[in-house]
């Protein structure tokens, strides 16, 4: 898991996010509002709005990220997150404590490539 979380607001745009992503070299942006999570935005979600709409650069995350994203708790085992972003065909899981955003996995940290 990795607590160096990369966060935007929920009024970014996807540019702006994907700027952030590109910076820090992940895949995944955390959307949240102090330390709650409110969503994810993705590589995928960057091709979902860039494909959707011409103009998708200047949109908010807010209509293109996953709401309410699925997550884990602090003492799921590897196995159990890597089978629940295979089933779920996910590369990213955040990972919440008590409602409080600490952290993410990404498929990577999980496979070691």
Sequence with gaps: MSTLLVTV???A???EAAQVMSIQHVGAALIVEGD???GIF????IVRALAAEHDAAGHSVAGWMTADPI???PDAKIPEARDRMLEEGFRHIPVVEEGRLIGIVSIRDL???
């Design 71 to 73: 997550t884990l708790g």
């Design 42 to 45: 993705t590589e995928r979600d």
């Design 36 to 38: 709650t999570l409110h």
């Design 9 to 11: 607001p929920a009024d």
């Design 13 to 15: 745009t996807v540019a």
């Design 111 to 113: 496979t070691g490539r």
